[in-house]
Every structure is written in C-alpha cells, then in structure tokens.
C-alpha cells in the first residue's frame, strides 16, 4: 500500500472552503423566501420591513450554522477494502461502500466551485442510488487523487488491476468541435423565453404599480391592432421574431451543456467530458453497458445527424438514465463506437412490424385529443384556430406508426425501432436483460394486442426498448424465445464482452 494510501485511513472532512459557499447558497434560498412578502410590500399591504430583514437574518444565521454543522460531522475515508462515508450529529449514519463495487470516479465543477479549486466527486457504483458516493466539495487536486486511488481497485481498473490515470493512454473517439456545435444547437428549438418572458410581466406588475390585469389589456389592444390592420407582413416580423428567439435559446442551452464535448477510451471504459459554466467528468465503465439507442432526430436527422446514448448500471448522473457519448455525429462516427461499446450491430433487415391496431392509439393521442383542446382553446382564444391542421398531421403520424415500431430478438441482443418523423434503434445484449413483463390496458385487451416491457439491471429508460401493441399470441412467443436465449447464456458479470480498443474514430470537419 502506498503511503498516499495510508493516510487515507483516517477520517477526512470536506475542502473547508465549502464554507465559502453557504452564504451564497442560503442567499439564493433567502431570495425565494422573501419574494411574496416583498410582493405583499409592494402592492402596499402594510408587510413590515423591519420585520422582513429581521426573518431573513434569522434564516440566513440559522442556515450558515447549520451548514458549517453539517461540514464538522461529514467524514470520509479510503480503507483498502472499501470507502466509508459518514454523516449527522443526532442521527448519525455511516456509509460503507465496498471497492469490489466501485466502477469509477465522475468529476463534476459548478461555476463557483471552478472559481476557488472545488469539485463535486461523485462514485460509480452499480446501485441505483444517485448519493450513494458524493463528496459535494473537494479540492480539485484531491478528486483527481481520489480517482487515481479508486481506480487501482479491481472493480474500477479490470481484472488485470491495470493502473491508469485519466488523460493518460486515452484515445480521443470522437470531439465536438465549436462549428459543429454552434450548428447542433440550431436544432434545439425552445420557447422556453416565451415562459420566462411571461414570469417577468406577472412578477414585474407588483413592483411597477400595475397589476396583471393592465398587461392582458395591453396584450388586447395588441391584438385589436393587428386584427384592424391586418398586414401579413407585420404577423410575419412576429414570427420571424419568435423562431430567431426560440434558435438562440436553443444554441445558448447547447453551448452550455456541450461546450468542449470530448469522448475518449483506455482498456476499460470511456471518459465524455463537457460543460462551460458546469464542467463535469464521467466515465463509463464499458462492462457496465446494459444497452445502445442510437437516435435520428426529425430534422437534423434527415441532414445525415445522429446521437449515440447509452445505459449504464451508475446511469452517469442522468435523470433519464442514459449517458451521452456522442451528441451530434455522423453515422460513419457511431458505427465504430457502438462496436466499441460491446454493443451487436443493428439488423433492421431482422426486424418485424408490430399489430395494426397500434395506430388506435395514436388517434387517441394525436387526433382525437388535440382537436379537442384546440377546439376548447378558441372559444376563449380565437388565434387558436390556426392551429387545427395540427390533428390532421398528427392522423398522418398515428396511421404510419405500426409500419415504423419494429423489433426482432436476434442471435445476441433484442432490438427495437421506433418513430415516425425521427427514430429510436434500441440494442440490448440478451445478456443484460433483467425482466421481460407483458401488460395489457383496457383498450388493448379489446384489441387483443399486449406490450413486452423489456427492463436491464439499470432499471427502465425513459421512453425504453419496450415492443408496444402486439397481438396476444406473437407477444407470447416472442418473450418465450427470449427467455430461451437469455437462459442459455451465462450471467454477464462473468463474460467480458468488450473488444479491445480500435483506432479512434474520425472527425470531419464541422458544417
């Protein structure tokens, strides 16, 4: 054992300037506490001050005490055979993480913690708790020491116990270059202004003397202005105000998430790093893979675009559960990675349809609900109206869904396709099939159709491999040839299906 290794015996506590922090983070907690009495104040409900500032105080003293309470009993150490975590005073718990489970260490800096040297060390485990390991702040050098320790284990390192520090012997697979970047977030519409504008005006009319009354009458006579003039030109500008709107918020998310994407790879996992303001660090132990979604957007995807996600037993920190590896590639860029990945090649040869009667419910879902909130709508709107050729797309949409939900249980994995205007290609190893579970709703036992869930170790992801409305009987013979297969096989942790590392991809230069 090194002597780096030894110190790690005793207990640790967090970087101390996590206390720098608190203040910042009870303020912002101040704030929103305080806003509907300074609301009330405003609008001259005799709210007062003095007693105002007094409870903020009371709150922001309570809070930093409590903070700097819960930094003196929060405790860490490394030991040879695990990491503990401990935390509390009355109710004191004490964590033990044993180093045959850890899959890696993830690195994640805020932009404050960037400013003074903190980073949020978050460890890969198999369980599907997300705070399961999460030191929220320590120094930068300390997680990268962290991680370098952690990763001698032999969960973490492979077998072979091989040591390797990150940055070092990595291959970079794929880059997302500030070009290609600036154009991928041209396809991230958002209106997500419209909503923010909106809060504004209604937070706003507290503190301007107006209520929100006088801003819907302004918006009338906004109204009663155009219809009066009508002048397409004018409805034109407002569009064309809105879409260059909607582009820039969705290019300005982008830029934050994805700014400096990098994928790279050693013997045994990979690494995506990215972030401006927020920069995170994860890895993705490849034997952790449950399975591949390769996505075409609708429109980015018809210019040749697509997206490679994966699901990991750690899930990498996302609420979906499924990790970026490739944001915005070509498919001459995937192909290498999915093998990479230990993932089977698509087959869309293989695949079948499913039952007619699937598009039932997409009448349901775009058709019939739709015009009926549309028609509701403009009875209190009339602008609303415009948007009733929505359902008459969306009656396209419902009837071409059976021709494009398509799956096939193939030599070595399960494989699922779906989507009309963009698509979805799922591929699941049969080795990392955890439960297969046919349901039927109401409307599908009328039918006679069914939907096989099919679930990984990792738990569901959003929107997963599932086969919907297929008739009673192929579902049934469907999931009793893939228990078949998936029984014939022997338990994943013991197979090592990752190759060993390729050339790295290519990257054309960006649009």
């Known amino acids: 054992m090194s002597p780096g290794e030894v110190d790690d015996a005793a207990p640790r506590r967090l970087d101390p300037r996590t206390l720098l922090l608190l203040p910042v983070r009870v303020g912002w907690g101040s704030l929103i506490l305080a806003l509907p009495a300074a609301l009330a104040w405003g609008r001259g409900e005799g709210f007062n001050p003095g007693l105002l500032m007094f409870g903020l105080t009371l709150f922001l003293v309570l809070s930093v005490a409590g903070g700097l309470l819960g930094w003196l009993t929060f405790t860490y150490q490394v030991l040879p055979d695990q990491v503990v975590v401990a ?74 116990g091989v040591e390797t520090a990150a940055g070092e012997d990595e291959d970079v697979l794929f880059r997302l270059g500030f070009g290609r970047l600036l154009f991928s ?91 401006l303001l927020t920069r995170s660090e994860v890895a993705v132990a490849r034997r952790q893979i449950q399975l591949g979604l390769v996505e075409r957007p609708p429109v980015s995807g018809r210019l040749g675009w697509r997206a490679f996600r994966v699901q990991t037993l750690g899930g990498g920190g996302e609420a979906s559960g499924l990790q970026d590896l490739m944001p915005f590639a070509r498919p001459r860029e995937v192909a290498p990675v999915v093998a990479l990945a230990g993932l089977p090649p698509f087959e869309p040869e293989r695949l079948e349809a499913v039952a007619p009667g699937h598009a039932v419910g997409g009448l349901i879902g775009f058709v019939l609900v739709p015009a009926a909130v549309i028609l509701a709508a403009s009875l209190f709107f009339w602008p609303a109206v415009v948007l009733l050729p929505l359902p008459a797309a969306g009656l396209a949409v419902a009837l071409l869904r059976p021709g494009r939900h398509r799956f096939a249980s193939t030599a070595d994995s399960v494989q699922v396709r779906r989507g009309v205007l963009g698509r979805r290609d799922w591929t699941v190893p049969h080795g990392a099939v955890q439960t297969v579970i046919v349901r039927q709703g109401p ?56 190759p060993p590392p390729g050339p790295a991809a290519g990257n054309p230069p960006p649009p």
């Open 185 to 275: 977030g041209l396809f991230k519409f958002s209106l997500v202004w419209i909503a923010a504008v909106f809060g504004l005006l209604q937070y706003g009319t507290e503190f301007s003397g107006y209520d929100w009354e006088w801003w819907l009458g302004r918006l009338r006579d906004v109204e009663g202005e155009v219809r009066a003039r009508a002048d397409p030109q004018l409805g034109l500008s407002l569009l064309a105000a809105a879409v260059a709107l909607g582009l820039a918020t969705g290019v300005g998310r982008t830029v934050l998430r994805n700014f400096g994407f990098t994928l790279t790879q050693d013997e045994r996992r990979f690494r995506v790093r990215r972030g």
């Open 443 to 498: 409307l599908q036992r009328r039918l006679g159709l069914a939907t096989v869930r099919i679930d990984t170790a990792a738990g569901g992801a959003a929107g997963g491999p599932h086969v919907h409305d297929l008739e009673t009987a192929r579902a049934t013979a469907f999931v009793g040839g893939l228990l078949e297969r998936v029984h014939a096989l022997p338990p994943r942790w013991r197979a090592d299906p990752v």
């Open 87 to 160: 935390r509390g005073l009355l109710n004191r718990s004490r964590r033990s993480i044993p180093a045959e489970r850890i899959q890696d260490v993830s690195i994640t800096q805020g932009p404050l913690s960037r400013l003074i040297g903190l980073a949020e060390v978050r460890i890969e485990t198999g369980g599907g708790e997300k705070d399961e390991g999460v030191l929220a702040s320590v120094s930068l050098a300390e997680a990268r020491r962290l991680r370098e320790v952690l990763r001698r284990r032999p969960a973490a390192a492979g077998v072979d």
